[in-house]
């Protein structure tokens, strides 16, 4: 679970905000408890000299990188709706994920792997090479699935299949295939038939059924398509007749699920390594002056 968060079937996208505020507010707390500890730090010495003490430089820094963390999530909280997770109606097309909210998606997340990345314990997740083919995943037919992502109707029951799809990959390879994207497929739909180069971002827009359901397609890039229409202001996959909006939500949820755990796993990381080289600070200062009494 994520900080004891999982999004299910009654799952609001506004919930999802909320989770986001909370893993936020988590970073704020830990950067009050280290200006506690800088100002333990600081007792005795000349506010002259503040800016060369080890302790409040490390500090200041950490307090620097979990801010800005604070900042993307925040932004993330801003990009639903009222709408279930996965939104999906019987027997109803499919409707893009708004333009603006999906920029908003794909900065914060560019912003945060940035962040990461530049505090060296964390690489950028590697994208998987799945495709849509059936000599890929190893079932019949499941290009269909990418239908759930159709601007009009998806023409057969397909939510078994994006299900599959989503299984196909880690949430790490989801969250690459976002990051694989640029600002601007966040505009317009897919007006050809999707490939190999065709982005989350793109999947999350979508286009006719008949142009995204291509063997050559990424199972990572569909999958994070329906991860953030299913999360995005707007959005809503498209099922067919019957309890298929049931098992396309499910795909969506599963999709979802699956990039909160690997976005808050990075953050985790980074924030354990952030807090470790002020600890390491602290402990060379402690050492320091135990030699200095002996």
């Known amino acids: 679970d994520v900080l004891g968060f999982k999004v299910n079937k009654d799952t609001k996208r506004s919930d999802v905000a909320g989770y986001f505020d909370s893993l936020?507010?988590?970073?704020?707390?830990?950067?009050?408890?280290l200006e506690k500890v800088a100002s333990k730090a600081m007792v005795g010495i000349?506010?002259?000299d503040e800016s060369k003490n080890p302790i409040r430089n490390a500090v200041d820094t950490a307090k620097g990188v979990l801010s800005s963390l604070k900042t993307?999530?925040?932004?993330?909280?801003?990009?639903?709706?009222s709408k279930p997770v996965g939104d999906s109606v019987s027997n109803a097309n499919g409707v893009s994920a708004s333009t603006d909210e999906l920029q908003k998606v794909y900065n914060a997340l560019k912003g945060i792997m940035g962040i990461v990345i530049k505090e060296g314990k964390v690489k950028e997740p590697s994208a998987s090479s799945v495709t849509l083919a059936s000599n890929s995943i190893g079932v019949a037919n499941m290009k269909d699935g990418a239908k759930v992502l159709a601007t009009d109707v998806a023409g057969g029951a397909v939510g078994d299949k994006a299900a599959t799809i989503v299984s196909s990959v880690r949430g790490e390879e989801i969250?690459?295939?976002?990051?694989?994207?640029?600002?601007?497929?966040?505009?317009?739909?897919?007006?050809?038939?999707?490939?190999?180069?065709?982005?989350a971002v793109s999947f999350a827009r979508g286009g006719t059924a008949a142009n995204l359901a291509q063997d050559e397609a990424l199972?990572?890039?569909?999958?994070?398509?329906?991860a953030l229409r299913s999360l995005v202001k707007d959005g809503k996959l498209a099922a067919h007749s019957g309890n298929d909006n049931k098992a396309v939500q499910s795909a969506g949820i599963s999709a979802v699920n699956k990039l909160l755990v690997a976005v808050e796993g990075i953050i985790k990381k980074t924030v354990k390594n952030v807090l470790e080289k002020v600890k390491q600070e602290v402990d060379k200062a402690r050492e320091s002056k135990a030699v200095g009494q002996q």
């Open 72 to 81: 993307h999530l925040e932004s993330l909280g801003t990009v639903g709706d």
């Open 46 to 48: 000349d506010k002259s």
């Open 24 to 33: 936020g507010g988590k970073l704020g707390e830990a950067s009050e408890e």
């Open 219 to 226: 199972a990572g890039a569909v999958s994070g398509g329906i």
């Open 175 to 199: 969250l690459a295939a976002i990051l694989r994207s640029s600002e601007g497929d966040s505009a317009g739909t897919i007006g050809a038939n999707a490939t190999a180069n065709t982005s």
